[in-house]
């Protein structure tokens, strides 16, 4: 069966290009950092995502190569004005529409070249895109704000905040159209507004609403619907000394605004309600998405650094939960253990129910590289064990906690290490001397697998073999001021140990 | 002592152009110009100067066999490519080992095109 030819380019929006010529769409980038998906397989290439033909191809090829190689002595906006494809079209031919293509180059840490964002956006109305993103960016630092609040506060004192908020602001909201109704004089006039009836004036009793929306918003940290309410209260009190039907009208759009806001709270507010924190990571990949969205109005330049700290918010917030790591280690195991045709049981233990995700977070590159090479290595595949007589291939991730210190464990019961094998292996790699391979217990000679450039494999595997994971892993664990540990027994499996100190609040109850 | 760099371009008026650019606002020392790829390898050969400018369509030999030529014999050489020319040519010439370029026409009426190129010329008299 042929394949049906479907160019599924471009249209509008943001994608990555990573400096292996691949692409990674919105969509996927935000399920990829919301931890609720993968990268595509097989990856898709910018060749084909473009539709290029082979000549196009092969410059853009060139680009790559120039770019991944000349990316820190040559300026940005000279590699990118360089880029074989500038624009492209999108739509039916009839109504084609040209899209420019902008490059913006991604760093990692230490400055090389992490991917490159590219912007397919309008070329025809780039000013308006200018103040939208501007805007976009501000509402969304604000948002941001809002997502911490609702996660910083128990849902039911959220809960009560925002339905005082709503009465408020209902209460307000009537005030106002009542004066309005009502109000004496010319159109435009804001004498009654001030004028005591009860002995307080329509407008002292909105202003006292007001002013308690924002204390309590601000109280609770939400500085979206603070921000909106002081402005209100600005507006409010501007009436008294300016009158005039488009400074009422500015007031009566910010009390809208101001209930939009409290609405837009209670949404994101339901979206957590009853699933504890590790909704947290829905609601990002909401706001994410939003943004994503967004990002097809927005030119090239700022979209990066807000969705950099949405992700960046998305990973610290989702490692809040125990729920969501065990989640995401499994799914790392299992989808491993798939593509390899193997088979595990993935489980997790705890020695106290008051885990610190806070140490996961801190070394989660270190359990990632360590989970893949023991399914990679140590997992035998079901016919091997069936044949060594061996039962279900099992991956147990434990957290131990000590009075001072927190132990992360994995353990596999596959093929394990010959300390001595690693170490023939070791030399013959020339990470090691023979005087000094035979100088080592079994111990030391197991660490030679963290070695940088150790591998038993004679070829770059998919999944790991490029004799990299392992050294990443004990130098993220040193990074955290931990120790990383390996033992092991041929034929009956592998333990490693992470051992960090803590970093839990334990002094603040005495 | 000043920096001192070759230009090479087969228009006179843009070698003056050039020149003062380079004296004026860079307090460059001008060793040589040059109007062909030939002279431009020669004159690299005879100054080996701190940078050379090279423009890439010119008779009998352009600048992209110049540039070609001069990286090896001397792969340290410091080329600036300075062309109306845009495209695959430029990459090529980047990918040979040209450290930048600029695009012509040359406006150094304008403040913009004056800060660019002296950003370029910094950078890459900085680089190894």
Known sequence: MGMEASPEGPGPGFFLLRPDGTVLLAGELAALAAGTGSAPAPARAFRDYLGLNPEQAALFDKWMELVRKRNRDLRWDKLAALAPVQEIRAGR???????????????????????????????????????QLEEERQRHQLELRDVLALAANPPETVGAFLEDARGRLDAARGEWDAWLASRPGARGEVRGLWEARDGESPGQRLFRELHMVKGNAGAFGFENLAAVAQESEDLLESLKREAGEPALGRFTQALAALGAQAGELRRAMKLIAGEGQEAMARILKWKLDRLVAAAGALPAGSLEPPLRSLVESTRRLAFLSPAYLARKYRNLVERIARNLGKQVAFRVASNTGDIHPESFARVDEALVHILRNMVDHGIELPSERAAAGKGEAEIELEYVAEEDRIFLRIRDNGRGMDPAVIAARGVDLGLL????????????????????????????????????????AARCVADRGGNLYVYSRPGEGTRFAIELPHVGQKSLDG | MPKSVVIVDDSKFQIMQL?????????????????????AVELYRANRPDLITMDLTMPKLDGRGALTKILEEFPDARVLVISAVKGPILLDCLTLGAKSYIEKPLRFDKEDFVRDFKSTVEDILRSP
Do not use: C
Request: hydrophobic share 40%.
């Open chain 2, 19 to 39: 020149g003062r650019f380079f004296v004026e606002v860079m307090g460059f020392a001008v060793a040589a110009t040059g109007e062909n790829g030939e002279e």
């Open chain 1, 433 to 472: 001397t023979p005087a000094e391979a035979e100088s080592l217990d079994d111990v030391g000679k197991l660490g030679i697998i963290f070695r940088e450039g150790f591998t038993t494999r004679r070829e770059a595997g998919l999944i790991s073999g490029r004799g990299l994971g392992l050294a990443l």
């Open chain 1, 93 to 131: 031919d009839g109504d084609a529409a040209r899209i420019r293509l902008s490059y913006r180059k991604l760093e990692d840490a230490q400055g090389g070249l992490a991917g490159i964002s590219v912007l397919a956006g309008d070329a025809s109305t780039g000013q308006a895109m200018a103040r």
